[in-house]
């Protein structure tokens, strides 16, 4: 983006132009174009399920061209039972402006016969813009108290509604809005190209079960900036076939922090790559920087950095587990696993609050190669008390870091990939 200087007169004029086209947008709201949800019946959340009324208002926007809008009022609370708003839609694009709130049954019950893993659906929608400083409540706790994580019941549930979910829409953004208190993930991104989320805010309490801030599966190009996000699980994980991915200026905490993984869970050929964390800030999550794969996987996570971010008594602040396995007792060493090359951290502060604060846990098959770190400075959380740094099986170079060094340095051969 250029400036220049803009002269008193042009910039009264463009002042003037500015205000005539709020004006102008402003007036729009009321016409033809702006699918307002309360003119096709939504009611407040206390009168009943509105979801009939978003998916009017939904499929007539889809079917016009021009640059149709949704409209959730604000200052107006609506009732959503699962629902998916499908394109492909006529228009280049479709705004769906949340300014008031949507809440999801408090009852798990209510999904009895419907995909108990997703709440609020958009599939097939290229350039929809999802906008407005809404809020969309996403009231879990029927579905954390049932949850296996916390129960042993015959009757608990793994598998909980997503807030909002996102499948195969490109050239898409997500922007403004806060969603919370999410009965598990509380945002997917699948199957997408070209999607941006900028200035959002996510929120759950830290203990509850599996809430990921964002999961992210089989996309590219993708940006994530300018957000806040706590729960109980990853404020963002990435997942299997994700690549070019710009994650920046992220506030994380409470929660596991960004990780790349689990990957490879299902034996499958792992392929992400450019992963690019930076600018971002961990307040006393359970990881930072982390990358997680499972043994029995295959193929390939590359070209992977992590550059300024600050630690604030995080328990591994920077974290590779190579033979991840959450069954115990079933993690002997095996012979495959996902090739962890190219991965740089680069000015990273902070405190750990365990004695490690740089873990790297590679394969002794498939270990982990060119391992790039600079400029890091680790403290332990209780002053006085040292940190060290540990590694197995992980090559690299590096300077300047506190608390010292741990890479091996002669490469690998590159066996395995
Ligand atoms: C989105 O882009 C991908 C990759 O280019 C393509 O395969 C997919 O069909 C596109 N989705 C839509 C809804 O157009
Ligand atoms: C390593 O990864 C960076 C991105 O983090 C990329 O620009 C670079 O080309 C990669 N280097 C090699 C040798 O693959």
């Known amino acids: 983006m250029t400036f220049s200087v803009i002269s008193p007169p042009t910039c009264i004029m463009k002042i003037l132009g500015f205000i005539m086209m709020m004006m102008i947008t402003g007036s729009v709201f009321s016409e033809a174009g702006v699918y307002n949800v309360l003119n096709y019946g939504a009611t407040s959340y206390n009168k009943g399920d509105s979801s009939n009324a978003f998916l009017k208002a939904w499929n007539l926007a889809c079917a016009e061209s021009g640059k149709p809008t949704i409209l959730i009022p604000e200052k107006w609370t609506f009732l959503v039972y699962p629902v998916n708003f499908q394109g492909p839609c006529k228009a280049k694009n479709v705004v769906f402006m949340l300014s008031g709130t949507i809440v999801a049954p408090e009852l798990p019950s209510v999904w009895k016969g419907r995909d108990t893993s997703k709440w609020l659906i958009f599939g097939g929608v290229n350039g929809l813009i999802v906008d407005g400083y809404g809020v969309i ?34 050239d898409s953004t997500v922007k403004n809005i806060h969603i919370t208190n999410s009965a598990q993930v509380h945002m997917y991104l699948g199957r997408l190209r070209d999607f941006g989320v900028d200035n959002i805010k996510i929120q759950a309490p830290w203990w509850t079960p599996n809430t990921d ?27 299997d076939y994700t690549s070019n991915v710009w994650i920046s200026k992220i506030s994380c905490g409470p929660g596991h922090g960004i990780s790349i993984g689990s990957l490879g869970k299902d034996s499958n050929f792992v392929q992400v790559s450019g992963i690019h964390v930076s600018d971002s800030y961990f307040d006393r999550t359970t990881n930072g920087a982390r990358i997680k794969t499972w043994q029995v996987g295959r193929g390939y996570a590359q070209d992977i950095t992590f ?46 609050d365990t ?15 060119e391992i790039w770190m600079d400029n890091i400075h680790l403290a332990n959380a209780v002053t006085g008390k040292q ?3 540990s590694c197995y099986n992980a090559y690299g170079r590096e300077f300047d870091v506190v608390p010292g060094h741990c890479l091996l340095k002669s490469a690998p051969t590159t066996s395995g990939l």
């Open 355 to 369: 004695d490690i604060a740089i873990n790297l846990k590679c394969s002794k098959s498939v270990p982990c190669s």
């Open 213 to 239: 801030g964002i999961h992210i599966q089989a996309s590219s190009n993708l940006g994530i900036s300018n957000s806040v996000i706590g729960s109980g699980d990853d404020c963002i994980s990435v997942g």
């Open 307 to 352: 550059k300024n971010l600050q630690f604030y008594k995080v328990r591994n602040p920077i974290i590779i587990d190579q033979n991840y396995c959450d069954v115990r007792n079933d993690c002997k060493e095996q012979v495959t696993g996902v090739k962890i090359r190219n991965v740089t951290y680069s000015t990273l502060y902070g405190t750990s």
């Open 137 to 170: 409540d996403g009231r879990g706790k029927g579905w954390w108290d049932q949850s296996c994580k916390h129960n042993t019941w015959k009757g608990c549930t793994s598998l909980a509604p997503t807030a909002i979910s996102f499948h195969g829409c490109n």
């Open 387 to 389: 940190v060290t740094a």
